[in-house]
């Protein structure tokens, strides 16, 4: 598959797009929101991580895709804005968590150190394979958070 510009570059920004989407809405609706015995869609919001643990990775790759051609959302963002994102997308989970006004989501809360230092090293200035261990660390971020959040919704 051609990652060119052209007909082949439309097809994988459309699969790319379906891709975030299907994690940025989707990521839990499969488990959490059958259990939940909610109507409320808040845990969707938790996916944001697993958007984040992609977007690190655009980030990442962001200088060789654009020497390539490739118009990621990295790309197009651009460095600064990129890490911004980033952020945002953690930002939003736990906002979202917190949005479900259940007590027990508070427990979400106790990641909070986690995801400071992880969007203070991903706003810094490394690059390539500096950002790796990033890479891991928001993985890990996006298990417990899950694991929190799952929790919380079946106590509450």
């Known amino acids: 598959m051609g990652l060119h510009r052209g007909q082949e570059s439309i097809r994988v920004q ?3 797009r379906n891709f975030c989407l299907h994690f940025f809405w989707l990521g839990c609706d499969d488990g959490l ?4 015995n ?3 869609h ?3 919001f938790p996916g944001c991580i697993a958007c984040a643990l992609l977007a ?3 980030i990442r790759d962001r200088e060789k895709d654009a020497l390539f051609g490739k118009r990621t959302l990295a790309v197009r ?3 600064r804005n990129s890490r911004n994102f980033f952020v945002a997308l953690l930002v939003i989970a736990h906002t979202a968590a917190l949005l479900t006004l ?3 989501a508070l427990i979400t809360l106790a990641l909070l150190p986690l995801t400071f230092r992880l969007s203070k090293l991903v706003r810094s ?3 390539g394979l500096a950002l790796i261990p990033l890479l891991a660390k928001t993985g890990q971020l996006q298990l417990l958070f899950a694991g929190l959040f799952a929790t919380a919704l079946w106590l509450s």
């Open 14 to 16: 459309r699969l790319w």
């Open 33 to 36: 929101v059958l259990r939940s």
């Open 38 to 40: 909610r109507d409320d």
């Open 42 to 44: 808040y845990c969707e």
């Open 56 to 58: 690190i990775n655009n």
């Open 77 to 79: 963002l651009g460095d």
């Open 102 to 104: 259940t007590p027990w």
């Open 125 to 127: 200035d490394r690059q």
